[in-house]
T-cell receptor, first 110, second 114 residues
Framework: DAKTTQPPSMDCAEGRAANLPCNHSTISGNEYVYWYRQIHSQGPQYIIHGLKNNETNEMASLIITEDRKSSTLILPHATLRDTAVYYCIVRPSGTYKYIFGTGTRLKVLA | NAGVTQTPKFQVLKTGQSMTLQCAQDMNHEYMSWYRQDPGMGLRLIHYSVGAGITDQGEVPNGYNVSRSTTEDFPLRLLSAAPSQTSVYFC?????????????FGPGTRLLVL
């Protein structure tokens, strides 16, 4: 089973920040949080990952709570092209396996 | 650098037929995996490989076989297709660095079993 829970859907106005939450209350100390997105039926695309510090790259920011039991992916200025299903994944330590949940369907509205 | 490529893009099979879905990567990644995605669902892991000659089962391996004779290629074989195997199949290869595993996905193969 997936180690994460996410809301099934969210809407966001174009140009505003999209904040996508994820709960991972059973995460272990050395397990990373990864975020991917899937646009239409394309292959999932890597966005960002983090362990305990907040991370930022050209696509998004990742905020991880101090207890590491939850995180938020932030798309700072959402565009229509960001409409996608966003997956938050915690990879179990000691394996290469990703266990996908059902993700959050983000709809960016014009 | 083509990344991860999959062929065919679409395939229609009749129940009982067999076929092989091809996956290749040119990034010299050791770890590769196959997923299936049913409508409205997340991806489920079928089989994976941590290097040439080494494969293992994922969450839903029944009805599928894999082999890994080279680093580049990781074909998925359907032994006797069933309608329940109608799905979109994604292949991925992974870059590993310092405990971080980043997966790169192919464009998918859409399979319909009649």
């Amino acid at each position: 089973d997936a180690k994460t829970t996410q809301p099934p859907s969210m809407d966001c106005a174009e140009g505003r920040a999209a904040n996508l939450p994820c709960n991972h209350s059973t995460i272990s100390g050395n397990e990373y949080v990864y975020w991917y997105r899937q646009i239409h039926s394309q292959g999932p695309q890597y966005i960002i990952h983090g362990l305990k510090n907040n991370e930022t790259n050209e696509m998004a920011s990742l905020i991880i709570t101090e207890d590491r039991k939850s995180s938020t992916l932030i798309l700072p200025h959402a565009t229509l092209r960001d409409t996608a299903v966003y997956y938050c994944i915690v990879r179990p330590s000691g394996t290469y396996k990703y266990i996908f949940g059902t993700g959050t369907r983000l709809k960016v509205l014009a | 650098n083509a990344g991860v490529t999959q062929t065919p893009k679409f395939q229609v099979l009749k129940t009982g037929q067999s076929m092989t879905l091809q996956c290749a990567q040119d990034m010299n990644h050791e770890y590769m995996s196959w997923y299936r995605q049913d409508p409205g669902m997340g991806l489920r892991l079928i089989h994976y490989s941590v290097g040439a000659g080494i494969t293992d089962q994922g969450e839903v391996p029944n009805g599928y076989n894999v082999s890994r004779s080279t680093t580049e290629d990781f074909p998925l074989r359907l032994l006797s297709a069933a309608p329940s195997q109608t799905s979109v199949y994604f292949c991925a290869s992974s870059e590993t660095s310092g405990g971080v595993v980043t997966q790169y996905f192919g464009p998918g193969t859409r399979l319909l079993v009649l």
